[in-house]
């Protein structure tokens, strides 16, 4: 089974809406962590956030911000006035204290940004 | 320099031939980790190894080894490559003390098998 699912394979989005990349894990292990990394046409991973499984505060840096929400098993992304420069590929991603922090990866969300 | 270096960058390589990718990090870290990426499949893992005496297979390791020569160095070997090994790889490392810690990536290897 999935341990993570990002159910969006691809979003398009004009530039300057906003745009939420949805995360959905799985776990039945009460200490977990959760990431969001970014992959520009560039290729490599570039980490954005973590969240342990105890601190459900949302959180925003700029125009990004992250929903965690244990109720609904998610951790969704929200990019604000979205800009050309946030095409990529973001993967969520789970790691668990019972598996001895293997990292567990969705299958990516993959945005472009129409000028 | 890169924290975690993955050499090298690009390779193209016959059906049969064996091939290794070498990964090194200087982050000082204890645990080490193989993945290969597909359109549409996101990142697997292949192999990881908590310290240098310790190697588990991950989710696809068939047709993969892997050498923990050092803290530093994990290679990833392909035997005998067949087609479908062509992907993108990415090496990472975490630190094994805390558990709240993200995964470093190097750049990626990408392999092409013809």
């Known amino acids: 089974a999935q341990k993570v699912t990002q159910a969006q394979t691809e979003i398009s989005v004009v530039e300057k809406e906003d745009v939420t990349l949805d995360c959905v894990y799985e776990?039945?292990?009460?200490?977990?962590?959760l990431f969001w990394y970014k992959q520009p046409p560039s290729g490599e991973l570039v980490f954005l956030i973590r969240?342990?499984?105890?601190?459900?505060q949302n959180e925003i840096s700029g125009r990004y911000s992250w929903n965690f929400q244990k109720s609904t098993s998610s951790f969704n992304f929200t990019i604000t006035a979205s800009q050309v420069v946030d095409s990529a590929v973001y993967f969520c991603?789970?790691?668990?204290?019972?598996?001895?922090?293997?990292?567990?990866f969705g299958t990516g969300t993959s945005l472009t940004v129409i000028p | 320099d890169a924290d975690v270096t993955q050499t090298p960058r690009n390779r193209i390589t016959k059906t049969g031939k064996r091939i290794m990718l070498e990964c090194s990090q200087t982050?000082?870290?204890?645990?080490m980790y193989w993945y290969r990426q597909d359109p549409g499949l996101g990142l697997r893992l292949i192999y990881y190894?908590?310290?240098?005496?310790?190697?588990n297979k991950g989710e696809i390791s068939d047709g993969y080894s892997v050498s923990r020569q050092a803290q530093a160095k994990f290679s990833l070997s392909l035997e005998s490559a067949i087609p479908n090994q062509t992907a993108l790889y990415f090496c990472?490392?975490?630190?094994?003390?805390?558990?709240?810690?993200?995964?470093?990536f190097g750049q990626g290897t990408r392999l092409t098998v013809v």
């Open positions: 990472a490392t975490s630190d094994g003390d805390s558990l709240n810690t993200e995964a470093f």
């Open positions: 776990t039945r292990d009460t200490t977990y962590y």
């Open positions: 969240r342990n499984s105890f601190d459900e």
């Open positions: 991603a789970l790691s668990e204290a019972i598996t001895g922090n293997q990292f567990y």
């Open positions: 982050k000082g870290h204890d645990r």
């Open positions: 190894s908590f310290d240098v005496k310790d190697i």
